[in-house]
Each structure stands twice: as structure tokens, then as C-alpha cells.
T-cell receptor, first 118, second 111 residues
Framework: GAGVSQSPRYKVTKRGQDVALRCDPI?????LYWYRQALGQGPEFLTYFNYEAQQDKSGLPNDRFSAERPEGSISTLTIQRTEQRDSAMYRC????????????????FGSGTRLTVV | LAKTTQPISMDSYEGQEVNITCSHNNIATNDYITWYQQFPSQGPRFIIQGYKTKVTNEVASLFIPADRKSSTLSLPRVSLSDTAVYYCLVGEGGGTYKYIFGTGTRLKVLA
């Protein structure tokens, strides 16, 4: 697609429910990143993929969080047994090369999914 | 681990040049420095990227000294619409392409 697409834009869920957040990167982009951003804070790294391989998941807060990108394109971030502290904006970004190796392009971010756990 | 340090906030007036400096003492030898702009309710947007010396595009200039331990984003003749948070980003090194955003610099442009 023309840009990075995330869905849903807004998600309200009850505490204890599982949620799945979807990211559709720009076609042909190798790297895909997940970040979480609280209001007034910078984006917090969660995990990233090169193609279908998850390269680094050190930013995932705990084992309730997982991510996959099975065919090297669309990615899903899943949060199991949601808690109120999981409420945040979840942002996905993609880049042409590994990391920011595509000189002059950096990441392209999606519009994000606003998750609210009640 | 690489870590960036920027001023928390800056004020400027329309038409002035704004320089925002970021320190990154532990930048990896092969890593680039990238700057992003973020408006409220939007995702960060790529501004400029460089490795050393000076890079210029239609939006900004990026100055990187020889030791690469810092970089300065220069915005010429800012306008009210440049009010945003600006982040510099470097990799963590060690063979990973993990990128950590710092707290950023909140630039407020006044009329």
C-alpha cells in the first residue's frame, strides 16, 4: 500500500481480554517495528522484524505480549489478558532496509492503534 | 548501549533559525543519525538522516562533527507549523537494529 496501515484505529477492551493489533507495512519494506507510546512520552521500542524473522523482542514488557510476521508482510501484535497499564498508543513502522539502512528514508510510521483497557 | 540526550524544550519565534543538539556518545561506528518530527496525535515523521559532516534537504540541515558524538538539527526560518517534538535516533549497536527514542525536544514557535 501507499503507507503503513494499522487497524483498528481505536480499541476499547475489558481487562482480561486478549487483543490483536494489525500492521500492514509499505509493500516491499523489509523491516517492521512495533513501538508503544504513552501520552507525552517518546515511542517505546517493543520488537522488530526483518522479513518474517523476529530479530529483537527485548522491549516486550512481559510474556503477555507477542508479535508475529509469518509471511514477511503483515504483522500482528497480540496482548493476552490485558491490563489497564497496557493502555497506550501502539505504533507500527516499516523501513526499506534492515533497521534504518535505507539511507535517506528512515522509518515510515502508521497512524497507530489507540488501546484503552477498562 | 547507545543513548541520546536532547534539551527537553525550546522556544523560538517565527522566522528564526532553530538549532537542536543531540548527544550520542556511544554511537556505533556503522550507525546513522536520524531525526524525526512528531505532531500531536500523529506518528513520528522522518526529517533527515546522516552519517558524518553535513546533510541538507528541503526541510532541514544536519551537522555531524568528526567524532560523531553529537549532531545538530538546524531548521531555517521556522514557522508556527514547526511546533512539534523532535527526536534524534541512533541504533543500539551490538549487531541489533533496535532503535530507542529518547524524550525528544519540544519546540514551540511563537508568533
Amino acid at each position: 500500500g501507499a503507507g503503513v496501515s494499522q487497524s483498528p484505529r481505536y480499541k476499547v477492551t475489558k481487562r482480561g481480554q486478549d487483543v490483536a493489533l494489525r500492521c500492514d507495512p509499505i509493500s516491499g519494506h523489509v523491516s517492521l517495528y512495533w513501538y508503544r507510546q504513552a501520552l507525552g512520552q517518546g515511542p517505546e521500542f517493543l520488537t522488530y522484524f526483518n522479513y518474517e524473522a523476529q530479530q529483537d523482542k527485548s522491549g516486550l514488557p512481559n510474556d503477555r505480549f507477542s508479535a508475529e510476521r509469518p509471511e514477511g508482510s503483515i504483522s500482528t501484535l497480540t496482548i493476552q489478558r490485558t491490563e489497564q497499564r497496557d493502555s497506550a498508543m501502539y505504533r507500527c513502522a516499516s523501513s526499506l532496509g534492515p533497521g534504518q539502512g535505507a539511507l535517506g528514508y528512515g522509518y515510515t510510521f502508521g497512524s497507530g492503534t489507540r488501546l484503552t483497557v477498562v | 548501549l547507545a543513548k541520546t540526550t536532547q534539551p527537553i524544550s525550546m522556544d523560538s519565534y517565527e522566522g528564526q533559525e532553530v538549532n537542536i543538539t543531540c548527544s550520542h556518545n556511544n554511537i556505533a561506528t556503522n550507525d546513522y543519525i536520524t531525526w524525526y518530527q512528531q505532531f500531536p496525535s500523529q506518528g513520528p515523521r522522518f526529517i533527515i538522516q546522516g552519517y558524518k559532516t553535513k546533510v541538507t534537504n528541503e526541510v532541514a540541515s544536519l551537522f555531524i562533527p568528526a567524532d560523531r558524538k553529537s549532531s545538530t538539527l538546524s531548521l531555517p526560518r521556522v514557522s508556527l507549523s514547526d511546533t512539534a517534538v523532535y527526536y534524534c535516533l541512533v541504533g543500539e549497536g551490538g549487531g541489533t537494529y533496535k532503535y530507542i527514542f529518547g524524550t525528544g525536544t519540544r519546540l514551540k514557535v511563537l508568533a
